[in-house]
Nanobody, 124 residues
């Protein structure tokens, strides 16, 4: 079992930046593939980014490439999502997820553990 706690979400103006954090506890953090997803009101949960256990491989939703950066610090059991040039359409609850199997998928059903989410609101 692993517990995930997201933080860093807040209200920000368009064009601003935020860094989300996800702290993991429980089983060995380095055995997990980590992902970020988001869900806006009335929409399905969508893939944002994912990172391999070592951090050597990163993946992004095509629409977010160049603005968002995922990283992890295995010594701190934490994964981060740096979000720049934020837009109102980035407004959503952002979730951190962990996967215990190999592979770095974008399908949320492939992830085993989820945090409670952190709200990001981008004002125009």
């Amino acid at each position: 079992q692993v517990q995930l706690v997201e933080s860093g979400g807040e209200l920000v103006q368009a064009g601003g930046s935020l860094r989300l954090s996800c702290a993991a506890s429980g089983r060995t953090f380095t055995s997990y593939v980590m992902g970020w997803f988001r869900q806006a009101p009335g929409k399905e949960r969508e893939f944002v980014s994912a990172i391999s256990w070592s951090g050597s491989r990163t993946y992004y939703a095509d629409s977010l490439k160049g603005r968002f950066t995922i990283s992890r610090d295995n010594a701190k059991n934490t994964v981060y999502l740096q979000m720049n040039s934020l837009k109102p359409e980035d407004t959503a609850v952002y979730y951190c997820a962990a996967r215990t199997n190999i592979g770095v998928p974008s399908n949320p059903r492939e992830y085993d553990y989820w945090g409670q989410g952190t709200q990001v609101t981008v004002s125009s």
